[in-house]
Nanobody, 124 residues
Framework: QVQLVESGGGLVQAGGSLRLSCAAS????????MGWFRQAPGREREFVAC???????????DYADSVKGRFTIFRDNAQNMVYLQMNSLKPEDTAVYFC??????????????WGQGTQVTVSS
């Protein structure tokens, strides 16, 4: 059974940092893209960042414009983990953050696997 379990959310002041973690289990994810999405109250889920599989040992990242330069995504294939380092947090980053996984390239809509989400709240 494939599972994605997020952790690391919490309450932080504007300008602070958090690191989210996503533990994947149930299969090998080295040829899977891993990504993060978020959903704020009253808004649709939106893409945040991903690290896609480019074949072999090649991976490449992509970010939403709203988080470029502030967030960094990275993965540890040996541990089946993906992380989202979030710096210079803003109140508008407040949302439930979801981990996602799908073969090769993260899709902006549906992906194969989703976690349950972790709440991030940024106070002003």
């Amino acid at each position: 059974q494939v599972q994605l379990v997020e952790s690391g959310g919490g309450l932080v002041q504007a300008g602070g940092s958090l690191r989210l973690s996503c533990a994947a289990s149930g299969r090998t994810f080295s040829n899977y893209a891993m990504g993060w999405f978020r959903q704020a109250p009253g808004r649709e889920r939106e893409f945040v960042a991903c690290v896609n599989w480019g074949g072999g040992s090649t991976y490449y990242t992509d970010y939403a414009d709203s988080v470029k330069g502030r967030f960094t995504i990275f993965r540890d294939n040996a541990q089946n983990m993906v992380y989202l380092q979030m710096n210079s947090l803003k109140p508008e980053d407040t949302a439930v953050y979801f981990c996602a996984a799908t073969y090769r390239t993260i899709r902006r809509a549906e992906n194969e696997y989703w976690g349950q989400g972790t709440q991030v709240t940024v106070s002003s």
